[in-house]
């Protein structure tokens, strides 16, 4: 396979074909093995390049991955291998489903991994061309209550995995749906607040909650 490589740290702004750059082109790189029970495999379609792998190459940003690697974390492609140890989603509810990552990323991944069924809090629902199981109108209604309602429709009992790129009132909402043992998958905080989780809801229902960075997936 073909990668981009960050072979050593620095400037990546030089042009990569001159000896001080830290990036090179690898034009047949081994394609990655599931290095865990967990992992996820995926064929990468189209990428793109940020400031936080801009200040990866450098050495400057918080993750600092072991060298060589290769830099990225949006991404679109195609799962095609998965660890043994993957299991189906019954419930995944996604947060803010009105952008590409929180489409492409989570609500594929989640039923080609298997998901029975899927919600989607979104301001502007025209989702169901996706195959998408139940959509929440924020103007027009509240999730807990919607959420609730479909649950019940579909003889369902409470959220599996709750994808959260938004934060705020919606994810401390959002915790009420949740099942006992549920995974909350945090992306980012969108609203501008940073949810803090009490830890009564956290003991109760056991949560396990994930930062969401490109480690345990394998990407070319």
């Known amino acids: 396979m073909e990668a981009l490589l960050c072979e050593k740290l620095g400037d990546p702004t030089v042009p990569y074909n001159s ?48 060298l060589p690697f290769i830099p990225g974390s949006d991404y679109s492609g195609v799962i095609e ?22 489409l492409s990323v989570s609500f594929e991944i989640g039923k080609v991994c298997g998901g029975d069924e899927s919600s989607l809090v979104a301001r502007k629902c025209n989702l169901r061309s996706l195959g998408v199981d139940h959509v929440v109108d924020l103007t027009k209604g509240n999730v807990t209550e919607s959420v609730k309602k479909f649950q019940k429709i579909r003889d369902l009992k409470g959220v599996d ?49 994930e930062w969401i960075f490109p480690i345990g997936c394998t990407f070319y």
């Open 81 to 102: 291998a998965v660890g043994d140890a993957i299991s189906r989603f019954k419930v995944l509810l996604v947060l803010g489903a009105a952008g590409g990552v929180e």
């Open 161 to 209: 995995v709750l994808y959260d790129p938004v934060g705020g009132k919606l994810t401390k909402e959002s915790l009420k749906l949740l099942n006992w043992g549920a995974n909350i998958l945090v992306i980012g905080f969108a609203s501008g607040e940073v949810p803090v989780i009490p830890a009564n809801i956290a003991l109760v229902k056991v949560l396990c909650r």
């Open 19 to 66: 000896p001080e750059s830290p990036i090179t082109i690898a034009r047949s790189h081994p394609v990655p093995s599931l290095a865990s029970p967990t992992a996820v495999r995926v064929r990468i379609h189209a990428t793109s390049l940020n400031y936080a792998n801009y200040l990866q190459i450098l050495g400057k940003y918080q993750e600092k991955p072991p």
